[in-house]
């Protein structure tokens, strides 16, 4: 599967984006599928995933971020509400096999061998 991810750019804090991850080769149904970022610096952190069994939210982002996905357009979104300044990191999308029901192991990089490039994202206080 190749993904492609989008919607990154520069927002004022408490502002919205809507990042898109877009599947070729391979239904996102098929797959669990996961946003990670990395910030200058600091080491790549689960942000959040969605498998046909469920989804699961990094407690940083609970509550202002929502993965969803759209089994029509073969895409993963991931709506960003509230965004602050700690927000700002590159956004990646990836793909794994079926990881279960199961909050650790969907939060794992390193159960995704399929990724996308990132998307920058920007928050400026």
């Known amino acids: 599967v190749q993904l492609q991810a989008s919607g990154g750019g520069l927002v004022q804090a408490v502002g919205s984006l809507r990042l898109s991850c877009a599947a070729s080769?391979?239904?996102?149904?098929?797959?669990?599928m996961g946003w990670f970022r990395q910030a200058p610096g600091k080491e790549r952190e689960f942000v959040a995933a969605i498998s046909w069994t469920g989804t699961y939210h990094a407690d940083s982002v609970k509550g202002r971020f929502t993965i969803s996905r759209d089994n029509a357009k073969n895409t993963v979104d991931l709506q960003m509400n509230s965004l602050k300044p700690e927000d700002t990191a590159d956004y990646y999308c990836?793909?794994?096999?079926?990881?279960?029901?199961?909050?650790?192991?969907?939060?794992?990089?390193?159960?995704?061998?399929?990724w996308g490039q990132g998307t920058q994202v920007t928050v400026s206080s």
């Open positions: 990836a793909a794994a096999g079926y990881l279960g029901n199961s909050r650790t192991q969907s939060s794992q990089s390193s159960r995704y061998p399929y």
């Open positions: 080769g391979r239904s996102v149904g098929s797959y669990t």
